[in-house]
């Protein structure tokens, strides 16, 4: 199973971008899927997680970001808008095959597979 992450960049606050995750390895579908972040010097963190249907988002980011799922492909796309300096991180997509127990979903330690990180950076 490999996850592909891509979408980011460079960009000014106030803008948007929109990142992809694509899976591939499977024939069948996961049942969690989302993405995680990592400032440098920081903890990788929570971002947003669809979880089987079920929608998970960090305080941070909720209403400023959206997730969204392709079932068909095994994609997942996180659209990020109004992006602040904040926002500046890796950004790793996630997945699991089987459903996360809500109170487990925000935990880096819940996920399976990773993906590679794409990097986004919000400049002032």
């Known amino acids: 199973v490999q996850l592909q992450a891509f979408g980011g960049g460079l960009v000014q606050a106030g803008d948007s971008l929109r990142l992809s995750c694509a899976a591939s390895g499977r024939t069948s579908g996961f049942n969690a899927m989302g993405w995680f972040r990592q400032a440098p010097g920081k903890e990788r963190e929570f971002v947003a997680i669809w979880n089987a249907g079920t929608i998970y988002y960090a305080d941070s980011v909720k209403g ?54 794409t990097e986004v950076t919000v400049s002032s």
């Open 64 to 117: 400023r970001f959206t997730i969204s799922r392709d079932n068909a492909d095994n994609t997942v796309y996180l659209q990020m808008n109004s992006l602040k300096p904040e926002d500046t991180a890796v950004y790793y997509c996630a997945s699991n095959l089987n459903r996360i127990a809500s109170g487990s979903a925000r935990s880096v330690h819940a996920y399976h597979n990773w993906g590679q990180g």
